[in-house]
């Protein structure tokens, strides 16, 4: 079945989980497969330099055992990108990175960085990964990343989702504009454009009915969900929205 918006399913807090007792599980690529089962079209892992969920080994786990997607999250460090070609992703997303915080803040600061991050990408466009900037709907950051070379930009919905649940709702709308116009803007330079960070089943259909998205990256929600309905439950009903926003 071809869709017109996949679903890529994040699984690095079942990493966090697992790591939280220092013990052999929950299994994330246990979870990984059930996405696959359940309908998930990519996996999506964040590398992180602390290795606060995510494993060096859980990657090359990954690799190894799904017949769907692998996205790399990772920052643009000799580190990971190292890591990145030995592993030979589907995809790579670099997004910013900082220690001391809970979860990725922000989009990447693509203009500031133009010239490291266009010959950073090089070897990874080699090794054939589809190389996706994690940036904010900002018309100059996906003006840069088309310049850069990336194939993908992945839109930041982190700050329209909290908007929402503050109750700041001229704000969440006029935030949610601002991604339609990013993603008009990124498919017309020839951007493939994916969203994610934040949604859930109150916030993803706005999403999801912007027209030029082809794929969503949602995590945290999905496993917060399947520790009261089960993940392949989880996964159903956000696919199902979806699909209904795009019907």
């Known amino acids: 079945m071809t869709r017109s918006i996949r679903l890529g399913v994040n699984i690095d807090h079942v990493a966090t989980l697992r790591n939280a007792r ?20 990519g996996i999506t892992a964040h590398l992180r330099e602390d290795r606060r969920h995510i494993r060096d080994a859980d990657m090359a786990e990954l690799k190894a055992n799904l017949s769907i997607p692998l996205n790399f999250e990772m920052a643009a460090t000799d580190e990971m990108g190292k890591i990145a070609v030995a592993t030979k992703p589907h995809a790579v997303c670099l997004v910013p ?7 990725t803040e922000g989009g990447l600061d693509v203009i500031k960085d133009q010239a490291r991050l266009t010959a ?17 709907p900002d018309p100059r950051q996906i003006e840069a990343s088309a310049a850069i070379g990336a194939a993908v930009v992945e839109l930041h919905t982190g700050h329209y ?7 700041k709702f001229a704000e969440r709308d006029a935030e949610l504009e601002a991604l339609r116009k990013g993603a008009a803007l990124a498919a017309r330079l020839g951007l493939e454009v994916h969203a994610g960070h934040g949604l859930t089943y109150e916030t993803v259909t706005p999403i ?10 949602i995590g945290h929600f999905l496993i917060a969900e399947s520790v009261f309905i089960g993940l392949g439950p989880a996964i159903a009903e956000m696919r199902r929205l979806m699909d209904a926003a795009r019907a």
């Open 161 to 167: 989702c909290d908007l929402h649940y503050a109750g």
């Open 208 to 217: 999801a009915e912007i027209p030029e998205i082809a794929e969503l990256n």
């Open 22 to 41: 220092g013990s052999a599980y929950p299994s994330p690529l246990r979870a990984a497969l059930l996405a696959q089962e359940a309908g998930a079209d």
């Open 120 to 136: 950073f990408i090089a070897p990874l466009r080699q090794a054939g990964a589809r190389v996706s900037m994690f940036i904010a």
């Open 97 to 103: 990175e900082k220690r001391q915080e809970r979860t």
